[in-house]
């Protein structure tokens, strides 16, 4: 993309990894899910530059710190780490795998996953996240899975590059969740995300989508005044510099799943994009008499419908072969 888009026009990044064979896939099989905590709270910075603030942040009876380390804190794009990590779980999770806060990753499938480019440069730039994800440090007493937490963790325990290629670019890692974020998992404590969420270039739309996803949801709207959208967010802009930001947010109008307007009293008005449903793939008979062959015993019309809800779940992504898509995903179901 070149030049820079004026009001109106679509200012998401790039789809770096267009993948017309959406199931076949593994690693879009988990959809983008977020834990409710860091959504409903500012945990991440929005700067685009080294921040090393401590934090602050207080509502309603949560308390939340947030202590850098000489690296920075971890930024709202380094969140895409912990994202894929959640997905990944929970997919687990739901299909009845035994899952533990201990992952191994291949870089090249998380960066695919998060629209980032496989460059040897995006390959350095994870690696800095993955320190500034393990050396920023949370005091809160949000309560997770049940359980109130008044103590001090990372957003990662830890992470370490498992093995590299010959060219010198980290091919796999592990990683070691916070306790704190893993019973928010096992808790089911998250929320699926728009998959363009990734296509969103600055961290204030991503921050302000995820304020809506948590807080309108599929409710008819939401309406919060300027001053606490501010505070919710973290953004440390004046209030009349984040007003006009999101004046910008509003003439652009791209945020995924949302539309956003301003309302008399200095107020945002959030509501969810009324959007018709999309007509599911239409299968051949071959091919259901094909997935009944790879599933012995399975309801082939059931599997028919869930493969449907995912694939509507996951954005009604177009597939040049549906059928092909179809069988690869059942293919993994046996």
Known sequence: MTGIPGPGASALGPLHHPTPDFFVCD???AAPKDDLASMEHPMFSLATRPDRRILRYAHNGTEIEVTPSVKGLATIHDKDILIYC???L???????????????LTAHDLLVAT??????DAYRRLREAFERLAGTRITTNYETGGEEVTSGFGLIESWRIVRKTRGGRMASVSVTLSDWLYRAVLAKSVLTLSRDYFRLRKPLERRIYELARKHCGR????????????????SA???????????????????PDYH??????????????????PRPPVLAPETLEAARALVPGADIYALQAEWQGVWAAT??????????????????RR
Do not use: C, Y
């Open 90 to 104: 929970m997919a687990a999770v739901n299909a009845g795998r035994a899952v533990s806060r201990h992952l191994h």
């Open 86 to 88: 959640i997905s990944q």
């Open 219 to 234: 409710q008819p709207e939401w309406r919060v005044s300027v001053e606490v959208l501010l505070k919710k967010s973290g």
């Open 237 to 255: 802009s004046p209030r009349r510099v984040f007003r006009a930001k999101l004046r910008d947010m509003i003439a652009a109008d791209h945020l």
């Open 315 to 332: 954005g009604a992504p177009r597939l040049t072969d549906p059928d092909r898509a179809f069988l690869g995903w059942a293919r993994k």
């Open 115 to 120: 629209n980032r480019e496989t460059s040897g």
């Open 27 to 29: 690693i879009f099989d």
């Open 260 to 277: 956003l307007a301003e309302a008399p009293g200095d107020v945002i008005r959030i509501t969810p994009r009324r959007l018709r449903a």
